[in-house]
Nanobody
Framework: QVQLEESGGGSVQTGGSLRLSCAAS????????MAWFRQAPGKQREGVAI???????RYAASVKGRFTISQDNAKNTLYLQMNSLKSEDTAMYYC?????????????????WGRGTQVTVSS
């Protein structure tokens, strides 16, 4: 059974850092394209970062240079290192998986989703 479980969210002040984790089970992350999405209240879900199964990465313009997506194949876990956090980064963060090569962050393409972890950035 495929499962994705996010952790690492919390409350942080502007300029702070958090590292989100997404533990996968039932499949191998290295064979999938993995991504982080976020959704703020009243807004659509948006792609934050993606790592395809060849290791290529892409980021939303709003987080480029501040966030880093990575994965540990031995732990079968996806990460999102978030630095220089801003209030506009406040959202529920979700990890998602697609069983193939994908480099675009379109939510409808992703088959498996976690339940999310809340990130709140305050000044």
């Amino acid at each position: 059974q495929v499962q994705l479980e996010e952790s690492g969210g919390g409350s942080v002040q502007t300029g702070g850092s958090l590292r989100l984790s997404c533990a996968a089970s039932g499949f191998t992350v290295s064979s999938y394209s993995m991504a982080w999405f976020r959704q703020a209240p009243g807004k659509q879900r948006e792609g934050v970062a993606i790592i395809d199964r060849n290791g290529g990465t892409r980021y939303a313009a709003s987080v480029k240079g501040r966030f880093t997506i990575s994965q540990d194949n031995a732990k079968n876990t996806l990460y999102l290192q978030m630095n220089s956090l801003k209030s506009e980064d406040t959202a529920m963060y979700y990890c998602a998986a697609y069983a193939g090569l994908l480099s675009v962050m379109l939510p409808d393409w992703f088959t498996y989703w976690g339940r999310g972890t809340q990130v709140t950035v305050s000044s």
